[in-house]
């Protein structure tokens, strides 16, 4: 005769409402006293019976269990929610582009426990068939940021995306930079436009877009103190930016930068013009005190400053489409590395953490030529 099992000790019965398989386990007693009891359900006994010991596997690895609905794309739309929630605008919208024209689409109704690597090496190899490497990291982050968050919460035992490499996507539209006469051509070109000085100090100084929409008058001297001892020049404080926390990239992108007589000469113009612009536009106008604002002393976005710089290459030879007020700098660092500045130096310039961005990323001249080997060969091996 089969023993009874004891009362809570769990077991297999077909549940006539839902109709399926229910098989139940007992696993002691909560702090409150009440019982704990983990179900698997299934179409047969055998299914019911592979899903309670799935859910028991997960109880003694202490993983809390996850609703068997909750899916990528729900993994990805709490990252949104709340941890890009406080982010600044322009991150916000990065992220709400990724996860809902490529993550969600591509890969939103895999459950997140189903989520295999071979999945998301599936997604990556069809993304990168029409898109960048940039992007395709970018993605990739996104997702594997969104996953990590989940796994902390305990909604999946592991971060699959974690486990895979980016593949290579088709080639993006490189930064480039402007010779001395293209340079000289921009500059020339932008006067009179209103963003004239905003070329002209971007240009000559290397400092970011963002540092520059957020730069104010109390942080420029345009006058310096040649009576100090030593003398102090014109100079701008770059010390903050639009971001949303109002400071600047990296800690070593707090600098304070000498200003080169055209920029002086440029942003004197400016101040002109914007005591013009404050009159005539009267009550309208609120003042931030930036330097680069809109007509009633507005912040400029970064469309404004695209629209503006665009407008005033129209006059040179250059394609206005083909260029980015962002290769203003880049073109700063490559003009200075062409007249034979240390690359620590322009690093420092720029607000770079170390040399190797300056060198890799923004540095667009043919690579200088190595010259030492040569020079000790020619003292060891004296030329005929």
Known sequence: ????????????????????????????????????????????????????????????????????????AHAVNDWLTYELGQRDKSTRETGAIMVRTHIVPGLGARKLRDLSADDVDKWLLEKSKSHS?????LMHSCLNRAIKRAMARDKVKRNV?????VPPGQG???????????????????????????????????????????????????EGDPNAEPAVPPYMAVWRSVRASGDTKTRKSRRTLALPQR??????????????????????????GLVFASTVGTPLDAANVRRGFRLALRSTDLNPGQWAPRELRHSFVSLLSD????????????????????ELVYRKQIRPVIQEGAVVMDRIFKPS
């Open 1 to 72: 005769m089969t023993k009874r099992r004891s009362r809570g000790d769990g077991g297999l019965h077909w549940d006539e409402r839902r109709q399926r398989w229910i098989a139940t386990a007992s696993l002691g007693h909560s702090p409150d006293g009440k019982r704990i009891i983990k179900r698997g359900s299934g179409k047969t006994k055998t299914e019911a019976k592979a899903k309670l010991k799935e859910v028991l596997r997960d109880y003694e690895d202490g993983l809390a269990i996850a609703p068997t609905d909750y899916t990528v």
């Open 161 to 165: 995306v974690a486990l895979c490499k």
């Open 172 to 222: 993006g539209r490189p930064s480039k930079s402007l010779t001395f006469v293209q340079a000289e051509a921009v500059l020339k070109a932008s006067e009179g436009n209103r963003l004239h000085a905003y070329v002209v100090v971007s240009l000559l100084t290397g400092a970011r877009t963002e540092e520059l929409r957020g730069l104010r008058w109390d942080h420029v001297d345009l």
């Open 263 to 288: 920029c002086v000469d440029a942003l004197l113009w400016q101040r002109e013009q914007q005591a013009k612009e404050r009159e005539t536009a009267g009550k309208r106008w609120e003042d931030h």
């Open 133 to 137: 490497t940039s992007t395709l990291r």
């Open 339 to 358: 007249s034979g500045v240390p690359v620590e130096e322009i690093s420092r310039l720029v607000g770079h953490r170390s040399t190797a961005v300056t």
